[in-house]
């Protein structure tokens, strides 16, 4: 298709193994002022614009797919001398020398809400190439682009973009493998560079002769061949606050952060950067200027580990909650859409401003809490927000009067959501933590712990423990077994189970981590597990309780004694009436049970 000056309106179109000079799919010039809706350009090709060419053009492209489409220069769709606005639009697998995705050449494109997915080049910008153009780029995910030469996400050439709320991830380059800066001014954002890899140089994002203002930015599990795992500059003073740049690698020297040629002194405030000592007499000056406010602690992401998506969300208890500058920040909402400058009640604030303080990195740690008496449930609305809990939440619960006491209160924190509203039911059943979602997905993510002592233990080694889960038909051992160390919970003597007995299934098919911490000191302890399913049921067996009916009655009483002066082991325990687990179901047995008996939690 050719525009020249018109303004056609094209609807539910779709364009396919097409050839040009200009736009493999549509053509657009002189002004023209073309509306694109819910179009698919996959298989064109052209020497500028695979998919679309708009020269001189403002251009409407909505809720179109590019795929496919091979070019010289923006393999999806290709910009000179436009505005266009592109909204919701997904760029994957398209090819080019630039802009695999999206190429802009003295043009000022919106971009908002679009994926560019597994674009390559032989040279620059994988995802996105802006050559002088000042890009608004918003919203917008970046991953597993692929430049053989500069900016694997994004490159960036003589020009002044602002890119805000956007994820780097996976992309890779020669140098740059997430973004790639020359000569620029760009402002980023409430930004996610993740596994990002450069050969050479800046894993996470490579700046020469830039003013780069980068501001609640996020890098973790950025990797690079030589210097700068998570950012490079080379002659440049860019301006870095309230960021976090933690588990970044580099084969030679700056795996969060590298400074190269003579004159590179990056100005860094209010931000998280492992090894840099924090702000003080320990300040590392290698890596610029400090601003004041820097720390140099465990973020504690929800998940970094490298392996899959990565969670940058931050954990309760997180260092960089309440710690970053109000002033350097006038976005009034976070990666995820949620509000900004959210107050956590349990941190004390040490960031800069009048309270509520805005947190470091790309999202904004949100909670609320409910205490629940038996047979009751309730459902969350986190602080700052106006909607019940949502997919993708971070769900903490707390039994925070022992695992086995009738008048149990359960504490329940839901906290980083993504306003996907939905609702979860969150109930405390006598000594069952019940969880249930509307969302079909399963997206969810919850952490129980379930604290106990000394005295809960009656006289049995700590170890012994037990939390169990209720599989529809028995409770089934969830975790038992010795201890090893597991960095990141402080224990004395380790806090990591390991299952005696591999045949002990798991809490459900997405458990992750479980443990037990107990600190010998204090003679208290909990037992965790983290959950990642729609429906689970979870908590601390009822000892004695054998049907389960959630009492212990006569029932239960004709089971124990079935099992009278038997010899039991792991992992069953004579179904559980070895009560204490010493290999016999004895008089010391009895004794516990007996303390259950006619107890009545309720459903």
Not at 75 to 101: E, H, K, L, Q, R
Request: hydrophobic content about 30%.
């Amino acid at each position: 298709m050719r525009n020249l000056g018109g303004a056609p309106l094209v609807t539910d179109c779709t364009f396919t193994g097409n050839s040009a000079v200009h736009g493999g799919g549509i053509y657009s010039y002189c002004s023209s002022t073309p509306t694109v809706d819910g179009c698919t350009f996959t298989g064109n090709s052209a020497d500028y614009g695979g998919g679309i060419n708009n020269n001189a053009s403002d251009a409407t492209v909505l809720n179109s797919t590019f795929t496919d489409n091979v070019t010289l220069r923006g393999g999806g769709i290709y910009n000179t001398y436009s505005t266009p606005t592109i909204n919701n639009c997904t760029f994957s697998s398209n090819s080019a020398d630039c802009g695999g995705g999206m190429n802009n050449e003295n043009s000022d494109p919106n971009v908002t809400n679009c994926v560019f997915n597994a674009n390559t080049v032989s040279e620059y910008g994988g995802g996105m190439r802006n050559f002088g153009s000042n890009a608004t780029v918003t919203d917008c995910a970046f991953s597993g682009n692929t430049a053989n030469e500069y900016g694997g996400g994004m490159y960036n050439n003589d020009n002044e973009p602002m890119i805000t709320n956007c994820s780097f991830i996976g992309n890779s380059a020669h140098d740059g493998g997430g973004m790639y800066n020359y000569r620029s001014n760009p402002t980023v954002t409430n930004c996610i560079f993740s596994s990002n890899a450069a050969d050479l140089f800046g894993g996470g994002m490579y700046t020469r002769y830039d003013n780069l203002t980068i501001t609640n930015c996020s890098f973790s599990t950025n990797a690079s061949g030589w210097f700068g795992g998570g950012m490079y500059n080379q002659e440049v003073d860019p301006t870095v606050t309230n960021c976090i740049l933690w588990g970044n690698t580099a084969v030679s020297s700056g795996s969060q952060l590298f400074n190269g040629g003579t004159s590179s002194t990056p100005v860094i405030s209010y931000s998280d950067i492992e090894d840099c000592g924090g702000s003080g007499a320990g300040w590392n000056s290698a890596l610029g200027t400090d601003g004041g406010g820097n720390i140099d602690a465990d973020p504690l992401f929800v998940d970094a580990d490298g392996i899959g998506e990565n969670n940058l969300r931050l954990h309760a208890g997180s260092p960089c909650i309440d710690a970053g500058d109000n002033s350097a920040i006038s976005e009034t909402t976070d990666r995820d859409g949620n509000p900004r400058k959210v107050n956590d009640p349990a941190t004390t604030d040490t960031g800069s401003g009048t309270a509520p303080i805005v947190d470091m990195g790309a999202y904004e740690f949100l909670q609320a809490i409910a205490k629940l008496m038996r047979g009751q449930s309730a459902t969350l609305i986190p602080n700052g927000q106006s909607g019940p809990p949502t997919k993708d939440a971070q769900v903490y619960f707390e039994n925070i009067s022992g695992p086995i006491l009738l008048q149990s209160l359960v504490r329940v924190r839901q906290y980083n959501t993504d306003l996907h509203y939905s609702s979860y039911a969150f109930s405390f059943m006598g000594i069952t933590l019940m969880v249930e979602t509307t969302l079909a997905d399963g997206r969810f993510f919850a952490t129980i712990k379930i604290p106990f002592n000394k005295v809960d233990l009656g006289g049995n080694n700590w170890k012994l423990f037990d939390l169990r889960y209720w599989n529809g038909n028995t409770w089934t051992l969830a975790v038992r077994g010795n201890t090893q160390d597991s960095p990141g919970h402080l224990g004395p003597a380790g806090d990591r189970f390991v299952d005696e007995a591999p045949t002990i299934p798991p809490l459900s098919s997405d458990l992750g981590d479980y443990g037990v911490y107990w600190n010998p000191m204090t003679e208290k302890g909990f037992v965790w597990a983290n959950v990642d399913h729609t429906t689970d049921f979870a908590g601390v067996w009822l000892l004695g309780d054998f049907e389960p009916d959630y009492d212990v009655d006569l029932s239960d009483l004709s089971v124990f004694v079935m099992w009278w002066n038997a010899s039991c082991g792991m992992p069953d325990y004579c179904e559980g009436a070895d009560l204490d687990h010493n290999g016999r179901v004895d008089l010391e047995d009895f004794a516990r049970f007996a303390q259950n008996c006619f107890r009545h939690p309720g459903i």
